[in-house]
Nanobody, 126 residues
């Protein structure tokens, strides 16, 4: 079983950037596909990006394509999500989640992932 902890959230101005981290413990992250999700107040959780266990396959939702970049460092048991060109609509709690062997061919769906972190808040405001 893998435990996940997100970090790197915060307050940023529109147009700014953040890098989120998802650190794993309890099991080798290299066995898991990782998804990033977000949930804004009053809205459903949205799958925004994912990466396969080896990092060879990634996918992203249309809402973040060209702005958010996912990457992983299996030696450090960490997956990253680089957030660029942020706007106020990106304000949400961001979660990472893991699924054993998930190949990540399309933007992730919450129901496909077994293990979840507690989230990190991203607030975009001037």
């Amino acid at each position: 079983q893998v435990q996940l902890v997100e970090s790197g959230g915060g307050l940023v101005q529109p147009g700014g950037s953040l890098r989120l981290s998802c650190a794993a413990s309890g099991s080798a992250l290299a066995n898991y596909g990782i998804g990033w999700f977000r949930q804004a107040p009053g809205k459903e959780r949205e799958g925004i990006s994912c990466i396969s266990p080896s990092g060879s396959s990634t996918a992203a939702a249309d809402s973040v394509k060209g702005r958010f970049t996912i990457a992983r460092d299996n030696a450090k048991n960490t997956v990253y999500l680089q957030l660029d060109s942020l706007n106020v609509e990106d304000t949400a709690v961001y979660y990472c989640a893991a699924r054993w062997g998930h190949s990540c061919r399309v933007a992730p769906s919450s129901s496909a992932f077994s293990y979840w972190g507690r989230g990190t808040q991203v607030t975009v405001s001037s």
